[in-house]
């Protein structure tokens, strides 16, 4: 079943990022993301258990997914293409025109999986910065 993330679920989400090799997004900011936009964060469950997760965020432009990830004992069933696809449902009706996403160029799986789905790479390149900050000028 794909379902909307709920608090108590966290300790299995964590543990579905972990087992995928993908960095746990920390409660604070879990917190701060599911004030804006709850209802694109996804789980799915089979059973009792917690076997995959994605994030997804709107800006009111763009719609970004995040942090897929299913567990290595659940891979191959469908799992990850349910969740996107529940997760592509919720954008539509939120009248989100483009989806994006970041895919390390070294994860062949990831990519292969999301072309099958129908992402395209693009030649951007992502830049980023923690803010607080300050600039060097060296
Ligand atoms: C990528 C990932 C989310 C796929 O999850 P999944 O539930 O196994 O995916 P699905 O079963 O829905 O796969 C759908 C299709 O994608 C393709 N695919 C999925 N995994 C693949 C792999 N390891 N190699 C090649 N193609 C793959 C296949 O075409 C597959 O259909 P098929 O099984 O009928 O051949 C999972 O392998 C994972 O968690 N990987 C680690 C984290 C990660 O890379 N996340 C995504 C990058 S942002």
Redesign the pocket.
Known sequence: MIRQFQWRDYDAVTGVWES???EVVPRAELEAKLARDPELFLVAETGRRIA?VVMGAYDGRRGWILR???HPD?????????LVAELEARFVRLGCPRVN???MPD????L???Q??GYLPCPDVLCTKPMGTPVSRD
């Open positions: 995928a090799g993908r995959g897929l990830a299913v659940y891979r191959r069933q469908g799992l990850a293409s349910r996403l970041l895919v994860n062949e799986a990831g292969r999986f999301w099958e789905l």
